[in-house]
């Protein structure tokens, strides 16, 4: 991997983690000491960061962490609705046990950060099953839609676990009835995606 695909990796995990505070400001100094680095990859991943809307670079005032607003924040999820439900109403009725057995897999692992209350590790399965039955619906542009805005979405999901890591507990519940409804070939699971992804978003506006 190239330095300034490191740098953009590790910047950009200091700021999904909020390590580097949304509306704080950086210099190219505090980066360089924090990732032990030259200034050229540094200002390579910078740029990269700016055209995803991560940082926002300004000669005058440094490097600005940029935060999402209410109204993206509400946008992305209401996309997200209407995508997510398309998806599990295009795979609840043929899905195979082959397709069933991968989701499973990331259910026994996201039990096991839920036990735990590991914020992180959920985070990463979350969107892990959500990606998991895009695939399956095989809508390659709604899976790339999804990707697209998956760093973001990572944010926001530990933005608010966070703040209250039990959370991870009722989300893993509803995963599993999801998956319950996808095995039992039936149209609850459009109903349930619908309402597991409507309770996220009201939560983070709570």
Partial sequence: MLLKDIAYQKIKEKILEEEYQPGNFLSERTLINDLNMSKTPIKNALVRLETE????VSSKQGIIINDLSVER???IYNLRIALETFNCDSVYKQI??????????????TKVA???????????????????ISEIAGNNEITRTLLNYQDHLRRITLRHLN???MRVRKFYKEH??????????????????KKHLQESKSILFQ
């Fill in 96 to 109: 195979t046990d082959e397709q069933l057995s991968e989701l499973k897999d990331n259910i026994d692992e």
């Fill in 163 to 165: 703040k209250d890591p």
């Fill in 73 to 75: 924040i509400n946008d």
């Fill in 53 to 56: 809307n991560f940082v926002t």
């Fill in 176 to 193: 599993i009835e999801i998956l319950d409804a996808l095995e039992n070939h039936s149209s609850e699971s459009v109903v349930l995606m």
């Fill in 114 to 132: 839920s036990e735990k209350l590991d914020v992180k590790a959920f985070a990463t399965l979350d969107h892990q099953f959500h990606l998991s």
